[in-house]
């Protein structure tokens, strides 16, 4: 069972980065994919994207695409989201959690959620 574990949120200014990571544990394979979710204080749980672990696969949110990118370190077992331009409507905590690849664009097959990390955007 994949156990993922996030890190790298923070309190950043509007306009900054931030590179979130998101180390799995446990037994992975090739054909996983880790997707990223975000939940901002009162509002529903969102689907940012997913990276399967080869880096071959990748899938956007259309609304994040242009500031979002993934990326994969298979011998790390680690799918990093780089995140550019912050605005504060980013806000929220991160968290990430397991597919197989071949599901990486629906948001309800994801599973062994992590325990996110938070990032605040001060405008």
């Known amino acids: 069972q994949v156990r993922p574990v996030e890190s790298g949120g923070g309190l950043v200014q509007a306009g900054g980065s931030l590179r979130l990571s998101c180390a799995a544990s446990?037994?992975?394979?090739?054909?996983?994919?880790m997707g990223w979710f975000r939940q901002a204080p009162g509002k529903e749980r969102e689907f940012v994207g997913a990276c399967s672990w080869t880096g071959d696969h990748t899938y956007y949110r259309d609304s994040v695409k242009e500031r979002f990118t993934f990326a994969s370190d298979d011998a790390k077992n680690t799918v990093s989201l780089q995140i550019n331009h912050l605005k504060p409507e980013d806000t929220a905590v991160y968290y990430c959690a397991s597919t197989d690849w071949m599901q990486i664009a629906d948001p309800t097959k994801f599973s062994n959620w992590g325990q996110g990390t938070q990032v605040t955007v001060s405008s």
């Open positions: 446990g037994r992975t394979f090739s054909d996983y994919a």
